[in-house]
């Protein structure tokens, strides 16, 4: 079993759609949250970065924390076609420094 | 403010090949990461430097692979005899320190033909 499982798509949605966007994970020990947005040919950029569970909300994004079913998701409101972009769950591994990501979702929003 | 800024955005080169890639990180940022992203393997983490130190190197694939980090700013990853399985994009990320959220850079896209 994979450490992060994230549904590759692609997804396509019209544009004021409401988004939700998934990740499941294995490992326990994952205390913080993140997820991170990557337009074609740039680096990824932090969006969300929560540690507890329930909903942490930022603008139209909201990032939501289930930690009994090891399982989070991002719900992007009033969808643009801007938000087109891979995005991407990531974890950090307490006392190593490293992320953990997700495979990445690819989103389409159509105008 | 000035992002993390990596060099070369794009590199390509012949089998066998050393190539080096540039990273520097923002400004103040004390921890830096290296990571490698691939179609068919996602985004992989390399090496991790603390300062000058690196206490984690366990991503590296190869000993064809090396990192260093002068000043506790600008660091090179380099790759020796390149292989074709290195062609990928190669994306740095500095943080303020421990635990603290990674920012990355742009990468550099290696293509080995």
């Known amino acids: 079993q994979k450490e992060v499982e994230q549904d590759p798509g692609p997804l396509s949605v019209p544009e004021g759609a409401i988004v939700s966007l998934n990740c499941t994970y294995s490992?326990?020990?994952?205390?913080?949250f993140m997820w991170y947005r990557q337009y074609s040919r740039k680096g990824p950029e932090l969006l969300m970065y929560?540690?507890?569970?329930g909903n942490k909300e930022d603008g139209r994004f909201t990032a939501q924390v289930d930690k009994s079913s090891k399982y989070i998701s991002l719900f992007i409101r009033d969808s643009q076609p801007s938000d087109s972009a891979t995005y991407l769950c990531?974890?950090?591994?307490?006392?190593?420094?490293?992320?953990?990501f997700g495979q990445g979702t690819r989103l389409t929003i159509n105008p | 403010g000035a992002g993390v800024s990596q060099s070369p955005s794009n590199k390509v080169t012949e089998k066998g090949k050393d190539v080096e890639l540039r990273c520097d990180p923002i400004s103040g940022h004390t921890a830096l990461y290296w990571y490698r992203q691939s179609l068919g393997q996602g985004l992989e983490f390399l090496i991790y430097?603390?300062?000058?130190?690196?206490?984690?190197k366990s991503g590296l694939p190869s000993d064809r692979f090396s990192a260093e980090r002068t000043g506790g700013s600008v660091s090179t990853l380099t790759i020796q005899r390149t292989q074709q399985e290195d062609s990928a994009v190669y994306l740095c990320?500095?943080?303020?320190?421990?635990?603290?959220?990674?920012?990355f850079g742009d990468g550099t896209r290696l293509s080995i033909l």
């Open positions: 990320a500095s943080s303020l320190g421990r635990n603290q959220p990674q920012h």
């Open positions: 490992n326990s020990a994952f205390q913080y």
């Open positions: 929560t540690y507890s569970s």
């Open positions: 990531a974890f950090p591994i307490q006392g190593a420094q490293k992320l953990v």
């Open positions: 430097f603390q300062g000058n130190s690196a206490p984690d």
